[in-house]
């Protein structure tokens, strides 16, 4: 009797071992088909695996989810069909870039705008310790600067592990050209504080100073 029940549990326990183990094959196998998918932009594929229950907020290796890898690449209309399926647009890779702070940081303001309309966080932050406003005006991306810079609640002071805010940003590593001036007045205008210095004590004023970009310098100006 004793190994008529030792067979029966034994069998149980193998049946549901194998049947756990093709389970989790079965899913590795979904994650890896629908990440491919949204590397090759294919809409409809990706469409009809979230409607058949696919998890949106899937991860690669480097646990860039569904969205980040469609913001990497600019995929719009990707990106749409997965913030539709109750994407994460806060989700962090292990770089800790997310959807919506590389959307800032790349310029892509229609995906800024829409990862703003869901769920957008302001207290989620890049490697630097940096928001999606900081390297937005680093690079010179003026569309995304006003977007972000007039949103409401944005902390357009927010200072970075190197100690320095959007504006300072602008300021060091801008070129002084006409769209860095026009980022500055756009911080200006939205009430960014033009005297935080760095961790050297140097204003972003004194630095435009140094750098002698004049116009700048007269937008700085008490």
């Known amino acids: 009797m004793k190994t008529i029940l030792f067979l029966l549990i034994f069998t149980a326990t193998t049946f549901s071992y ?6 989790n094959e079965m899913s590795i ?3 890896k088909n629908i990440i491919n998918l949204v590397i090759k932009n294919d809409v409809q594929s990706v469409k ?3 409607e058949n229950g696919a998890e949106v907020n899937t991860e690669d290796n480097n646990k860039r989810s569904l969205l980040l890898i469609a913001t990497n690449k600019g ?3 990707m990106a749409r069909l997965l913030v539709k399926h109750g994407a994460d647009v806060n989700q962090q890779a292990v770089n800790l870039d997310s959807p919506f702070l590389y959307a800032g940081a790349s310029g892509q303001t ?3 705008r829409l990862f703003l309309e869901n769920g957008a966080k302001f207290d989620v932050f890049n490697r630097y310790y940096g928001s999606a406003l900081i390297p937005a005006c680093e690079r010179g991306h003026v569309e995304t ?6 949103t409401k609640n944005y ?3 927010h200072i970075n592990r190197l100690g320095w805010t959007a504006l300072m940003e602008a300021v060091i590593l801008g070129d002084g050209s006409k769209k860095y001036q026009q980022i500055v007045q756009i911080l200006k205008e939205a009430g960014a504080k033009p005297d935080i210095p760095d961790h050297d004590g140097v204003t972003p ?10 116009e700048i310098v007269d937008l700085l100006k008490p």
């Open 48 to 50: 009809k695996m979230l």
């Open 155 to 157: 902390p357009i002071d």
């Open 145 to 150: 600067v006003r977007l972000l810079a007039n």
């Open 205 to 214: 004023l004194q630095h435009a100073q140094k750098r002698g970009f004049k």
């Open 29 to 31: 196998q979904q994650e």
């Open 75 to 77: 995929y719009y209309a």
């Open 110 to 112: 229609e995906l800024v």
């Open 18 to 23: 194998h049947s756990t183990t093709k389970e």
